[in-house]
């Protein structure tokens, strides 16, 4: 498996924020068909290393390659038409537009070109319909309002449409988050059944231990804007993943920090 | 034991669209967002009718409510859009007054710069040239400057107004009004395509069935007025737009959430600038229709439409904050609006101020009732 050409590898990123350094030198590589948890302490640089690689911030230095292609993004759209899809916060949904509507927002399939093209309802609804039911949810009606729906129905809905339009890696930051435990694990399902689609790789920012045991295949740990372990599930107990999810300080150093407030 | 198993299973069993009920057709109307307008259309369509219904719905009672239906349906629609998007525009009043001033000034003093005579047509779109622009730059600052619309159109609201009251001062001998135009109905083509009759064939066809007669026996009223057809046609472009078109999409997101349509690639900026220009151009049909109609203008023309216009697109489900609102509705709106505000003036016992009493006390209504909607879709928040 590791063997194989990384979609995306990147060498040596780094960003600078004027004289403060978000990134310092981080390499990463991620396989198709794997989820890679990216992990680290508020602050560590999670969210500044996925908006380049989803082309909204530029690298200070360093290289992205894409399928062994050195590349460049000067926006997002670069990015997209790389393939890479990103699932934001906000999941960038309209509330009162219908699913099927926000499924096609800005993509529509319409007779005719040009902003006057006429959509073809119809069609929108089925196929949002049916890539809804590939990854799990079965929404009765692809006319109901995004803001009747769940948490997790829209992050599902989010991820169904990157995918749909040829994402590749998709990039989740903080999916679960906002969410309740029974939407969590709905979550977590759909980010195991789009794994099991085997060429999409994942990429998946949280800071729930558990959820990134139960559903990652590789982790990579960031500190202070650097690497500080990468590994496979096999490879790492879950001692370890604490740890250095902390930023690399010991539990009972925390314990003894605590402590002395 | 067996009992809770057998809900566990149960429960799993069940599928997100169970819990969706399907309703039939009719349940699925009444749940549309126009129900309430529809009923207050209703309601005052047949009010009418049983205290003034000899007068409101003759043949000249006909002609006139659909003349200011029209108008005001006009503006609304325009005022609908740009609302759906997120934006307001309170200058489309003045605009109206603007727009008749230039047109009525060309049709009598000729072309700028002494280019000679100006047709109907010329001086049509020549003003349309102009608020279009006028459209344009309302629309570029409020994008780019970042500013409410709110604060931007109220500027042009003043901006505008004391314009045509200064270009009618200077290039019309100091009067501020200008009448005994030409009647270019009766000559020129075009200037029928705005003061002109439409539906001539349905007045027809009431009179061939005796009832559109006056009193010495000939046709009464030729047909309605030809902002009627304008109002017919924007109104449909407008509903298919907005319903079918990815343009229709664009619109609908840009107003519900501003980031998430950019992060689409929807071209948000252009859609809401496209839309300060839509409504220009809905003040400058309302305005040519004035002035062929009545070959008149004056410097107070369409004051306070824009707030009418306003009022009907929320009672057509328009929000403030935008993302919600439909055409169906607001033609509603428009019908209520325009109807009672005719009417009054027919029915000698109601005192015609009430027609502000009336429109204020319906746009809460509205107000409420779309908000109450809003939290329906969004889950309360
Ligand atoms: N535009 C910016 N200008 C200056 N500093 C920035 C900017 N964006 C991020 N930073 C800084 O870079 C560091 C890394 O931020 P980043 O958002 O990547 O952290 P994160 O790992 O995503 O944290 P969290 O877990 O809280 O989301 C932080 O110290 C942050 O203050
Ligand atoms: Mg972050």
């Known amino acids: 498996m590791t063997d194989k050409e990384p979609v995306i590898r990147v060498e040596n990123l780094c960003k600078k924020f004027g004289p403060f350094t978000a990134l310092n030198g981080v390499n990463l590589a991620i396989q198709a068909g794997e989820v890679h948890a990216l992990l680290g302490d508020n602050g560590a640089g999670k969210s500044t290393l996925i908006k380049i690689l989803s082309g909204v911030l530029q690298p200070t230095d360093g290289t992205i390659f894409v399928d062994g292609v050195p590349t ?27 699913v099927t509507r926000n499924f096609f927002l800005g993509r529509e399939i319409t007779i005719g070109s040009g902003p006057f093209g006429v959509m073809k309802i119809k069609e929108m609804d089925r196929i949002t319909h049916d890539e809804m039911q590939k990854i799990g949810i079965d929404i009765s009606d692809p006319t109901q309002s995004v803001g009747t729906m769940s948490g997790g129905q829209r992050q ?16 989740l930051d903080e999916p679960t988050s906002a969410l309740g435990q029974k939407q969590q694990m709905e979550v977590l399902k759909t980010i195991r059944r789009v794994r099991g689609l085997g060429n999409i790789a994942i990429i998946l920012i949280t800071h729930n231990e558990i959820h990134s045991q139960l559903v990652a ?15 496979a599930k096999d490879e790492l107990e879950s001692r370890d993943i604490r740890r250095l999810m902390a930023g690399g300080a010991d539990i009972a150093d925390l314990a003894e920090e605590l402590a002395k407030v | 034991m067996s009992e809770a198993s057998g809900v566990a299973t149960s429960a799993a069993q069940r599928t997100e669209s169970d819990r969706l009920v399907k309703h039939g057709r009719i349940r699925a109307l009444l749940h549309r967002p126009e129900i309430g307008a529809f009923a207050g259309m209703a309601f005052i369509l047949i009010f009418l009718a049983i205290v003034a219904g000899n007068v409101v719905y003759n043949p000249l009672g006909i002609k006139n409510n659909h003349g200011i239906i029209s108008q005001l349906g006009i503006i609304s629609i325009g005022a609908c859009l740009l609302m759906i998007a997120g934006e307001f525009d309170l200058s489309i009043g003045s605009m109206i007054g603007f727009s008749g001033m230039c047109m009525a000034l ?93 539906f001539k064939w349905v007045f ?42 990815k343009l229709g999409n664009w619109i609908y997101a840009t107003g519900d959430n501003k980031e998430a349509a950019r992060a689409n690639g929807v071209p948000v900026n252009q859609v809401k600038i496209g839309l300060f220009m839509f409504t220009a151009f809905c003040a400058t ?9 009545t070959n008149t203008a004056d410097a ?82």
């Open chain 2, 300 to 381: 107070a023309k369409g004051n306070l439409k824009e707030l009418e216009a306003i009022a009907a697109a929320v009672v057509g489900g328009a929000i403030l904050t935008g993302g919600f609102g439909t055409v169906v509705g607001v033609i509603f709106g428009a019908v209520i609006f325009g109807l009672v505000q005719n009417s009054v003036f027919y029915i000698s016992w109601i005192d015609g101020s009430y027609y502000r009493v009336f429109l204020g006390s319906v746009l809460l209504v509205a107000a409420f009732t779309n908000e109450n909607i809003r939290k329906r879709i969004t889950g309360g928040i």
């Open chain 2, 204 to 245: 027809d066809l009431l009179f061939s069935f005796g009832w559109n007669v006056n009193r010495s026996g000939d046709q009464w009223v030729p047909g309605l007025d030809a902002k009627v057809g304008w109002w017919i046609i924007i109104a449909l472009a407008a509903y298919f737009v907005l319903s079918r078109t």
């Open chain 1, 217 to 231: 295949d590789r982790y990579t740990f960031l500190s202070l804007g650097e690497v500080i372990g990468t590994g």
């Open chain 1, 156 to 171: 599902t809905l989010a991820i169904a449409r990157a995918i749909y339009f040829g994402a590749r890696v998709l990039i």
């Open chain 2, 106 to 198: 060309m049709l009598k003093w000729g072309l700028p710069f002494g280019l000679g005579e100006a047709t109907p047509m010329a001086a049509f779109f020549i003003t349309l040239a102009l608020t279009l622009t006028i459209g344009w730059l309302i629309g570029t600052i409020v994008v780019r400057s970042g500013l409410s619309s709110f604060i931007v159109t109220l500027g042009f609201l003043f901006v505008l107004r004391g314009s045509t009251e200064v270009g009618f001062r200077t290039f019309n001998q100091g009067s501020t009004q200008i009448s005994g135009l030409p009647d270019f109905k009766q000559t020129d083509w075009f200037a029928y395509l705005f003061g002109g009759d439409a």
């Open chain 2, 285 to 293: 049909i309302f305005a040519a229709s004035q002035v062929f109609d």
């Open chain 1, 72 to 98: 460049n993004f000067r926006s997002p759209r670069d990015a997209s038409a790389a393939g890479i899809g990103t699932v934001y916060q906000d999941l960038a949904l309209s509330q009162l537009s219908s």
